[in-house]
């Protein structure tokens, strides 16, 4: 089945072309994503009212030119997916919307997709990855460690009690007048820095519950760059290291608990995955390697293009859902919030037609 993804919840115009096949394996046919940054850019953060308009701006040509890449007409494709949030509700609305008139038109089901069950399910559009597994979901909106136990199956293990991870880079990327998005800006500058010269401290460290927390760390790195202020490159390439390493840290330690979590209440993941635009950092990727290295299990993490926004991860849940026969009517409402865990689950059984003759 070939599915048409839309996504537009943030500062991402995309619409991608994903086709899943009969033994449930998944292939990209097209991704286009257009990033607003250079609109945002000069106010250090996504605009909601310049986000909206850009989206309505755009969204069709990204859609034609995601068809066209593909090689396949509206008529041959499936389903409509779009993202339906969580998410800035401007942009929701327009992806939203323009998914409803493409699906009424050409008469084909609407599927609302959930925009952090996407980054979920990402792991098995690239590596057809099993239930259950351990998703540790960090973007620049949420940070949260899940049970991955089935399409519209998720289990919350931990969250953050205050900011998401990506904000906090993104925060700190702002407080040294580094440029927006943040997160690849500090990644950049940690390269070159010494992680050791600023003494940061790693919050909720041995807890048992798995949890995360990021205000602390960002006190302090405040604290340490006023106290240095003003800053020369090197000052800056030293905080982001120091930043990033204990980051890097607490990853490491709360993941560890989440992974104790996962098994006491959903016996042994078949992997630990990581999604969400903050796995393209690869100082967080490779402390995940090592850790699923210990606990003896694969890391997923989908390709950095795959981890942040796109459309093509909109087409796959799409299509996974479309697999279990769950579409949306038409009169489908945009949400601004809307946790993972109340995603609705896949009801019903499937008709084994097949064992029937
Ligand atoms: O998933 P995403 O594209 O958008 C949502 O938040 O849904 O994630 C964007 C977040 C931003 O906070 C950005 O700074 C962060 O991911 N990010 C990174 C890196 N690349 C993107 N954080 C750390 N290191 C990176 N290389
Ligand atoms: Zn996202």
């Given at each position: 089945?070939?599915?048409?993804?839309?996504?537009t919840?943030?500062?991402?115009?995309?619409?991608?072309?994903v086709?899943?096949?009969?033994?449930?394996?998944?292939?990209?046919?097209?991704?286009?994503?257009?990033?607003?940054?250079?609109?945002?850019?000069?106010f250090?953060?996504?605009?909601?009212?310049?986000?909206?308009?850009?989206?309505?701006?755009?969204?069709?040509?990204?859609?034609?030119?995601?068809?066209?890449?593909?090689?396949?007409?509206?008529?041959?494709?499936?389903?409509?997916?779009?993202?339906?949030g969580?998410?800035?509700?401007?942009?929701?609305?327009?992806?939203?919307?323009?998914?409803?008139?493409?699906?009424?038109?050409?008469?084909?089901?609407?599927?609302?997709?959930?925009?952090?069950?996407?980054?979920?399910?990402?792991?098995?559009?690239?590596?057809?990855?099993?239930?259950?597994?351990?998703?540790?979901?960090?973007?620049?909106?949420?940070?949260?460690?899940?049970?991955?136990?089935?399409?519209?199956?998720?289990?919350?293990?931990?969250?953050?009690?205050?900011?998401?991870?990506?904000?906090?880079?993104?925060?700190?990327?702002?407080?040294?007048?580094?440029?927006?998005?943040?997160?690849p800006?500090?990644?950049?500058?940690?390269?070159?820095?010494?992680?050791?010269?600023?003494?940061?401290?790693?919050?909720?460290?041995?807890?048992?519950?798995?949890?995360?927390?990021?205000?602390?760390?960002?006190?302090?790195l405040?604290?340490?760059?006023?106290?240095?202020?003003?800053?020369?490159?090197?000052?800056?390439?030293?905080?982001?290291?120091?930043?990033?390493?204990?980051?890097?840290?607490?990853?490491?330690?709360?993941?560890?608990?989440?992974?104790?979590?996962?098994?006491?209440?959903?016996?042994?993941?078949?992997a630990?995955?990581?999604?969400?635009?903050?796995?393209?950092?690869?100082?967080?990727?490779?402390?995940?390697?090592?850790?699923?290295?210990?606990?003896?299990?694969?890391?997923v993490?989908?390709?950095?293009?795959?981890?942040?926004?796109?459309?093509?991860?909109?087409?796959?849940?799409?299509?996974?859902?479309?697999?279990?026969?769950?579409?949306?009517?038409?009169?489908?409402?945009?949400?601004?919030?809307?946790?993972?865990?109340?995603?609705?689950?896949?009801?019903?059984?499937?008709?084994?037609?097949?064992?029937?003759?």
């Open positions: 089945m070939i599915v048409l993804g839309i996504e919840t943030c500062d991402e115009t995309a619409a991608a072309v086709e899943r096949q009969a033994d449930g394996r998944g292939r990209i046919l097209s991704n286009i994503v257009l990033s607003q940054t250079d609109a945002h850019a000069a250090g953060g996504v605009v909601p009212e310049i986000a909206a308009r850009a989206h309505v701006e755009v969204l069709d040509g990204i859609v034609a030119e995601a068809l066209g890449q593909a090689g396949v007409s509206l008529d041959r494709v499936d389903a409509i997916a779009a993202a339906a969580p998410g800035l509700i401007g942009g929701v609305i327009v992806g939203l919307t323009t998914a409803k008139a493409i699906a009424m038109v050409e008469n084909k089901p609407l599927i609302a997709v959930n925009h952090l069950e996407a980054h979920a399910l990402t792991a098995r559009l690239t590596d057809a990855t099993p239930f259950p597994y351990c998703l540790f979901l960090a973007s620049g909106g949420h940070t949260q460690i899940l049970a991955v136990r089935g399409v519209g199956d998720y289990v919350r293990i931990a969250t953050t009690m205050d900011d998401a991870i990506g904000e906090a880079f993104d925060k700190t990327a702002k407080l040294l007048g580094l440029g927006y998005p943040g997160g800006q500090v990644e950049k500058e940690a390269a070159h820095g010494n992680p050791s010269r600023f003494a940061l401290p790693r919050p909720m460290q041995h807890r048992k519950e798995a949890d995360f927390s990021f205000s602390g760390l960002k006190t302090a405040r604290l340490e760059a006023e106290a240095v202020a003003p800053l020369s490159d090197g000052d800056v390439a030293d905080l982001c290291a120091s930043f990033q390493q204990a980051v890097v840290d607490v990853v490491y330690d709360r993941l560890r608990a989440g992974l104790r979590i996962f098994r006491a209440q959903h016996g042994a993941p078949s630990l995955v990581v999604a969400g635009g903050v796995a393209a950092n690869q100082a967080i990727r490779i402390v995940l390697q090592t850790l699923a290295g210990e606990e003896k299990m694969p890391l993490a989908p390709p950095p293009e795959l981890c942040t926004d796109n459309g093509a991860m909109i087409a796959w849940a799409g299509a996974e859902r479309l697999a279990l026969g769950l579409t949306d009517t038409l009169d489908v409402a945009p949400k601004a919030r809307w946790p993972l865990d109340e995603v609705a689950a896949a009801r019903g059984r499937k008709l084994n037609t097949a064992a029937y003759k």
